[in-house]
């Protein structure tokens, strides 16, 4: 079985700034606001950090670089995948050998469209788990959805596309841990433990154990 190497970190305290590169900087010029740029520069000085030390490379060696659909990867590194997602005060990184990964966390916020918004992304399974979750609050059932499909097109690395209604991620009114995407394959989803008051997910393309 595979190991998902996965490491979450705070963006709200730490100095990575001996870690970026002038292309770090000039990327993060795309923000407007200087607190989106701040936490941009911490996520991708962290990112640096944690492929360098799985790599065993300095991280200002590392070049990566952005695929169709906005799926990061490692410039010149085969065979290694790997993914981020930042939500609030926290971004979380996996990696992995010889699998494609996706990792996707969402903070508890009150969503008043939170119906509307599954009517265009869940599958009729998944809004009919919504709708019969035995007493559990929906909102908490569709952000267990949320970050399992997410992490899920990102591992696959085509975003939430029209593919999203297509797959579904709930089989007999329950969340599965193996799902079947037509033409992609097989993928296995797993929730993570988190923060209070988070949702985490990751998916990886072939059976593993996560190593937090």
Known sequence: MKTLHVQWMSLSSG??????????ILEAERYTFPPAQTRFLLSRAGLRRFV???????????VFDIKRYGKPVIVGIDRVDFNLS???E?????????????????????IADYVDVASRVFSPAEINYLRSTGGVDPLVSFYNIWVRK????KAIGCGL???ARRISIV???????????PDFGQWWLSAMPCPAGYYAACVCSDRFILAM
């Open 15 to 24: 100095d990575f700034e001996n870690l970026l590169l002038s292309s770090d």
């Open 52 to 62: 360098g030390n799985f790599l065993g490379k300095d991280p200002s060696e590392i």
């Open 86 to 88: 930042h939500s609030d």
């Open 90 to 110: 926290y971004v979380v990184f996996c990696i992995a050998n010889e699998m494609n990964v996706g990792i996707d966390i969402e903070s508890h916020k009150e």
């Open 150 to 153: 997410e992490a899920l097109l």
């Open 161 to 163: 596309s029209a593919l």
């Open 171 to 181: 089989e007999a009114g329950r969340l599965v841990e193996v799902v079947n995407v």
